[in-house]
């Protein structure tokens, strides 16, 4: 059995890979602190059988009913859970799904809070202040240099994607969740408080204005002037979205560019002005200091509104969306860049302050003393990876729909730590 101090588990790469990279390598350099990377999912049942880990660092936690959660806990009964909360700016319908919601959740994890507005959403779910991490964005770090240096510039993604460098580039990462979600994943949330009234206004929002946006960015990139990028969220794969063009639009633009390579990072960096819907990529945007803008064809729903929507321009016609080809750019993104550095970039470098955290977190948490007994006769693990009890199959973690580009080996993470270490040397 393999002795683990902070076992960090990814669920997105392309969200999460760049900040653990970055934190295992100052955790080596700074700290003498040695950081294991796994996949939440794709190593769940390798990790289980193999691993003994002190600290566990997790993408989320809402409930250890989650996805492979009670058999990570049931496995590692010892261990102490650290949640990074990777999503912390909840649109209305989110409020309530996306709280803790049972008692290990609530007062056996430590929760990191990007800001003071994140600590209040914690305590008034009943999570205790001792179990609350007051830090910032790590990712919005990740805007600012030396961090910036380490992504692939504009000159090199155009080579890799046949990308015209002298164009305007537009980056649209669309966050139209709902017109994909299923009615499995609905029932659940409603379980946990959610009003189905706001999730059938969703995805009808979501699934019509997809429609649209499809529609609109195939005709700007048709008229050539300009590079147009669309990116689909994480969760969402480049198939599905061919779908849905084929089957509720029709033929696209071949000269639209649908990539799901590369975070959405560099593309931000790389690009021009930023559009997109109601996603938080705006924000990173707009710390990027690009020109932003918010498309809404259809007004959003209630469900969906969200406080930092006001400091963004907007874009609800056609006719407004086709002239994001002239020279001209949609709006300034300084109000919410302001807002943004206030609420979560206001405690210092939340990269180092991470680092430091669980590193002082997993020397405090003492090895389990094993006795005689114990040695000569280990205690068993609950083998809860083998079969579902329910249902007698083989358990089945990792979904490559839901997580297209989420699979990596040891390799990714020993050179994407190499590459920090020569940024942040």
Same mark, same amino acid.
């Given at each position: ?27 080596? %350099? ?21 691993? &003994? ?49 049972? &008692?290990?959740?609530? %007062? ?5 809070? =990007? ?46 994607y046949g990308l015209d460098p002298? %164009?305007?580039?537009? +980056? ?13 994943? $609905? ?28 529609? =609109? ?7 050539? %002037? ?17 779908? +849905? ?6 033929? /696209? ?13 560099? =593309? $931000? ?35 969906? &509104? ?47 302050? /991470? ?18 007994l114990e040695r000569l006769s ?6 809860? =990876? ?22 990596? &080996?040891?390799? /990714? ?13």
């Amino acid at each position: 059995m393999k002795k683990v101090s902070i076992l960090w588990l990814v669920e997105h790469v392309a969200r999460e890979l760049d900040v653990a990279c970055a934190v295992r390598h100052l955790a080596r %350099k700074r700290h003498g602190v040695e950081l294991e990377i796994r996949n939440v999912y794709y190593h769940a049942k390798e990790l289980m059988q193999n691993a &003994d880990p002190q600290t566990v660092i997790l993408p989320f936690f809402y409930t250890t009913t989650d996805l492979a959660y009670d058999d990570y806990i049931a496995t590692w009964p010892d261990a102490q859970y650290f949640n990074l909360s990777w999503e912390q700016i909840h649109y209305n319908a989110h409020v309530t799904i996306k709280a803790p919601s049972d &008692d290990f959740a609530r %007062k056996k994890v430590i929760h990191h809070a =990007w800001g003071d507005f994140g600590k209040g959403y914690l305590l008034s779910h009943g999570v205790p202040e001792d179990h609350i991490f007051l830090n910032g964005n790590p990712t919005y770090q990740l805007y600012r240099q030396p961090y910036a240096s380490y992504f692939t510039g504009r000159e090199e993604l155009a080579k890799r994607y046949g990308l015209d460098p002298a %164009k305007k580039w537009i +980056f649209f990462p669309e966050n139209y969740r709902w017109a994909f979600v299923t009615q499995s994943k $609905i029932d659940r949330w409603i379980s946990r408080g959610a009003e189905a009234s706001q999730f059938l206004a969703m995805r009808k929002f979501c699934h019509d204005s997809l429609v649209l946006i499809l529609q =609109w960015c195939s005709e700007l990139a048709e008229e050539g %002037k300009m590079e147009v990028i669309f990116r689909p969220r994480p969760a969402t794969n480049t198939a599905q979205i061919a779908a +849905f063009a084929a089957e509720h639009v029709g033929p /696209l633009s071949p000269r639209l560019r649908i990539l799901k390579d590369e975070s959405a990072r560099e =593309w $931000i960096l790389a690009s021009d002005t930023v559009v997109s819907s109601f996603s938080t990529t705006m924000i990173e945007a707009s710390i990027a200091g690009k020109e932003i803008a918010m498309v809404e064809p259809i007004a959003l729903p209630e469900a969906l &509104d969200c406080d930092f929507y006001q400091y963004i321009p907007r874009l609800v016609r056609r006719e407004e969306f086709l002239a994001l080809a002239n020279p001209a750019v949609p709006g300034s993104s300084e109000r919410l860049r302001d807002w943004a550095t206030k609420q979560m970039l206001a405690y210092g470098d939340p990269i180092e302050n /991470l680092t430091t955290y669980i590193c002082q977190l997993a020397s405090r948490q003492p090895a389990r003393r094993v006795g005689l007994l114990e040695r000569l006769s280990p205690r068993p693990r609950p083998q809860r =990876w083998i079969k579902d009890a329910a249902t007698g199959k083989e358990k089945t973690y990792f979904n490559a729909a839901t997580h297209e580009n989420d699979i990596f &080996d040891q390799e /990714l993470v020993d050179r994407k730590t190499a590459r920090w270490a020569e940024i942040l040397a």
